[in-house]
Every structure is written in C-alpha cells, then in structure tokens.
C-alpha cells in the first residue's frame, strides 16, 4: 500500500458516517430501539407468572407445544448434523460452518437499555448528518422518551431552522408545547431553571408568537390546505390538543383532494399522492387516531388509486391475484381458432425487435 492510498483510506474512515447509506442504516436502529422501548418484548420471568394465572388444563397445553416444538428443533439440528457427517464422508473434508447462537435473534431483544443503544446512533447523526431533518426528529423522539426537555426543545428548534413548513417540524412543535402544557409545577431549583428556560424560548419561536397551540394548528392548515400530509399532521395535532375532536380530525383527513399536477414528464399530468404518504396516513387513522372504521375507509380508497399496490390490495395487485389465481382455469390450447387471432392482435403491437408500437394502451398509466 502506497502512501496515496494509506491517506486516502483514512479519509475515507472520517467521512464514513456521513455517506447516505450509514444514515439510513443509523435511522433504522434507532427506529428499532425506540420500537423496543415502547413495546418491550416479554421476558421469561413474565412469561413463567403469566403461566401462574392460567388454569391447570391450559398450562397442560402450553407445556406440551412447548416441548413439541423443542422436540421439533432438535430433530432438525440432528438432521442437518447428519447432512454435515455424510457429506464428509464423501468430500473427506468438514465444511466448518459457524454456529449462530441465537438463529431467531430473541437476544437481541433483550436490550437493557434501549434509549441508550439509540443515542450512541443518534450522536453519530448529530455529528455528521447535522443537516438532515430525520436526525432532528429522532432526536426529538429520544428525548422526550428520556424526558430531556432542553434537548427536546433544541431538536424542535433545529427543525425549524430546516424546514418550518414541513409536516414533521408542526408535529413537533406542537407536541412539545403541548407536552410542557400538562407538565407540573416546576419544585426543585432545576425544574425552575429549565420552565425559565422555556419561557424565555417560547416567544422568539414566530409560528406561536401570540397564539395558542390550537390557533397555531389552525394557522398552520389555512397556509397547507391543499397538501395531504400537512393536513394529516395538523389532524394528528386537533386529535393530541382535542381528543373530543376526533370526527373532525378523520373528516379533515378524508376531505383531501387527489387533484391531477401538472408535471414535464412524457406521462403528462399525474396524481399528487404518494403511495407512501398514503400508507402512513392509514397507519395514523388505525394506531394513533384508532380508527377502524376510517383505515377501512382510507383503504378502500387508495386502493383505487393505487390498484397494484400490495399494502392497500388493489385489484391488480400481487395480492389480489394471488389469491385468485386457484380458481383461475387454464385456457385450451388453440389451433389458430379465435384466441389465436386475439394473441395476433395483442402481438401486432409489438414489432420484431421488441420495441413497443402502439403506445395508446400507455396513456392512463399513472406512476407515482
């Protein structure tokens, strides 16, 4: 190795977290972590007491599924321990094979502390993707986990800074506030210290100089009426600010309007919704709003936009067709009767070398 390479490579290792491929390798772990946190998995302890509560006949059950499926799992490992034998017996040689201790990966699971995996990734973000706003939302989402209120508030602030306009930024914004709103009395003289804190903050942040939290909410959808992910964010808000609002929060949802823009494209006009802006709209309507009734609807309705999308099973989905496909007969072979005149007239479209012809059949598609 040259000196030229030697100092390249070491260029290379100080700009290694800053390449989009860590980033989003980092946001996915911290995504993890933060999944952990807010849905521990059980541990054997819980599982032993939850066992205690059920009756004899039940337990007797469980027990025997258990060792069924021990039973099952050890008979596998000697199966392929055979294959291992007789396959040396042939070769003369051993394949060494590494042996994974945790094949399903329930010990990774078992994280201690969960936020604090997560904020190793979130510094690395903070240091090298500081001007990425997904760095600024997680790091928002740890904090207030860890109720680190001052770090929350500066992740709010670093959004704004960004993008104040973007859906995320309001959601965060409004969450904060909303979230100091219900906090007690400050008592100790840190408390004190933090609440002088957010005092002085609060009015130099312009999208809530002089208003309230529901009036910002409202401002913020009059500026972002047409967009449909600023209206989901500002729904979100109306149902956190007002739980008793929750009809209104889904009508303001369910009245977006899929207009036709203009694009440069050869397609022409297209749809403005995106298929994964419309995936976490459903997801709000049937976790965070918690509404069935409205997920079903908002699917049914994206699945008509989106017909072959396998989230929302439109018609021409794999989804859908496969699960048809069983009860699909197949078709005789034809000798040059009707259907072979039909496959003569779907093949004339289509010249010698492949290219397509006749693009008429083109001109609905619609790619998002």
């Known amino acids: 190795m040259t000196l030229r390479t030697y100092v390249e490579m070491l260029k290379f290792q100080d700009r290694l977290h800053s390449y989009s491929y860590f980033q989003k390798a980092a946001v996915g ?9 807010d849905s521990p998995s059980k541990s054997a302890t819980d599982e032993d007491d939850e066992m205690s509560k059920l009756p004899p006949s039940q337990k007797k059950k469980l027990r025997q599924k258990q060792r069924k499926a021990e039973a099952r799992a050890k008979k596998e490992a000697e199966v392929k321990e055979e294959t291992n034998v007789t396959a040396v017996s042939k070769s003369g040689k051993r394949p060494v094979k590494p042996v994974d201790p945790d094949p399903r990966g329930e010990k990774l699971l078992m994280v201690e502390d969960p936020l604090m995996e997560a904020t190793k990734y979130l510094k690395l973000l903070q240091k090298h993707s500081s001007e990425y706003i997904e760095t600024h939302l997680l790091s928002f989402e740890v904090n207030m986990r860890k109720q680190k209120t001052l770090l929350a508030l500066q992740a709010v602030k670093h959004l704004l800074r960004l993008d104040a306009e973007h859906p995320d930024s309001h959601r965060c ?23 002088g804190v957010l005092e002085a903050e609060r009015p130099t942040i312009s999208q809530l100089h002089g208003k309230s939290l529901i009036d910002a909410n409202s401002f913020f959808l009059e500026k972002h009426r047409d967009s449909l992910m600023h209206r989901a964010a500002v729904a979100e808000m109306l149902y956190v600010l007002e739980p008793n609002k929750k009809g209104e929060a889904i009508t303001l949802i369910e009245g977006s309007n899929n207009d036709m823009g203009s694009t440069n494209g050869a397609l022409g ?83 010698s070398n492949g290219k397509v012809e006749e693009l008429e059949a083109l001109k609905d598609l619609v790619i998002q």
């Open 29 to 37: 772990a911290i995504k993890c972590y933060l999944k952990l946190y």
């Open 173 to 195: 914004l409004i969450k904060f506030f909303s979230k100091v709103g219900s906090m007690p009395a400050p008592v100790t003289d840190a408390e004190k210290l933090i609440w």
């Open 269 to 351: 006009s297209v749809r403005k919704w995106r298929l994964k802006d419309c995936i976490a709209v459903h997801k709000l309507l049937e976790t965070i709003i918690n509404d069935n009734d409205a997920a079903s609807r908002w699917k049914v309705q994206c699945a008509e936009y989106f017909p072959y999308s396998t989230y929302f099973e439109g018609n021409h989905s794999s989804a859908v067709s496969n699960s048809t496909s069983h009860q699909i007969p197949k078709l005789p072979q034809n000798d040059g009767g009707a259907d072979s005149s039909i496959s003569n007239q779907n093949s004339s479209s289509l010249s």
